[in-house]
């Protein structure tokens, strides 16, 4: 069964892990935000990309949530003894990452050719793909600093002031990368992973072409809100800043005409016939997923789900 992941960091990095851990059942490939993706000290860090890789290949620190496990901070610290800026916490491994991978996009590579050969290095089975080979930015509007890059936003100001707007810089122009189109027209299902839907699923589906070609498909979303609160991030206050209440009703609404499906926690099984009743198929199970075990639990949960079918579903219709 061909299954289409689409990422953000944390929360999507940890069901792509769930159904990779199906293959090989599932032919996984996984599409990741580069709206995150950024320039530091001349190097290009794409945050959420090198969440899913550690992940899948069992790098990552299991503690953060990001970055490498084993990790060490040489370099920054003897950056922050130079004077230089240290809000970014870069690792010494991680470090290595991103001086490869800027010296191959300056010699001309794709980013989707370096996440590849990554990928293989790592011993990573899934295909991983970034939503696009071009430049895309995420930029939050805030009432307090105006518009700031967003890890401006998220690292250097702890996701802290009020969001009022989101904008992807670049993405009318950016393409999908080389595979993108092609894993979703050929996928028996597309999952829309627990990632924040604002700023990590969004600029995925702002790419040419992927809305409207996840329509016409099987798609089932998680939902990152879990009792009107995040796991981790800045979700559900974006939510509420946004005059929204932070349900997984919010997340059908904001996906909506998208869904075939909603896989929500059971501690928000109150929501489940006001989803149902616009006609998506609605799955209340545990969504927290503390270890490798829940990960795969979930997928394997998901892909059962994909199978049902009820004939007394009402019509799908907009909210
Ligand atoms: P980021 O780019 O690292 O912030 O990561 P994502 O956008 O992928 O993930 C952030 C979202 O993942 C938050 O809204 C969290 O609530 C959600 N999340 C993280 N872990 C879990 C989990 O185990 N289950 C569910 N349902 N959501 C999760």
Request: charge should be negative; glycine fraction near 8%.
């Amino acid at each position: 069964m061909k299954v289409t992941v689409l990422a953000g960091g944390v929360g999507g990095a940890k069901l792509a892990h769930g159904f990779a851990l199906c293959q090989p059942d599932v032919c996984l490939t996984v599409i990741v935000n580069t709206g995150d993706d950024f320039e530091h000290f001349g190097l290009r860090i794409c945050p959420d990309l090198d969440t899913v890789c550690y992940t899948l290949a069992g790098l990552a620190n299991p503690q953060t949530g990001w970055g490498r496990k084993d990790e060490t901070f040489e370099v920054l610290q003897s950056i922050g003894e130079l004077g230089g800026p240290t809000w970014f916490r870069l690792g010494d491994k991680d470090l290595a990452t991103h001086l490869e991978r800027t010296r191959r996009l300056r010699e001309g590579q794709r980013l989707s050719e370096v996440v590849n050969e990554f990928c293989r290095g790592w011993g990573i089975r899934a295909r991983v793909l970034p939503m696009s080979d071009d430049p895309v930015r995420t930029m939050v509007k805030t009432r307090e600093y105006g518009w700031l890059g967003f890890q401006d936003y998220f690292v250097r100001h702890a996701c802290q002031p009020t969001v009022q707007e989101f904008a992807f810089e670049g993405i009318e122009q950016a393409l999908p990368a080389a595979g993108v189109l092609e894993a979703l027209e050929s996928s028996d299902l597309i999952v829309i992973a627990p990632s924040n839907p604002w700023v990590s699923i969004q600029p995925i589906l702002s790419v040419r072409g992927v809305a409207s070609l996840i329509q016409s498909k099987k798609a089932i979303a998680v939902s990152p809100i879990i009792q009107g609160q995040t796991i981790k991030g800045p979700a559900a206050k974006m939510y509420r800043e946004l005059g929204i209440e932070p349900s997984p009703l919010a997340v059908a609404q904001h996906y909506d005409a998208l869904l075939w499906g909603l896989v929500i926690d059971e501690f928000d099984r109150g929501f489940e016939s006001t989803i149902k009743s616009s006609g998506i198929m609605v799955l209340s199970t545990n969504t927290i997923m503390h270890n490798e075990q829940d990960r795969h639990i979930l997928a394997k949960k998901i892909l059962a789900f994909s199978k049902d079918s009820n004939p007394n579903q009402p019509q799908r219709r907009e909210f």
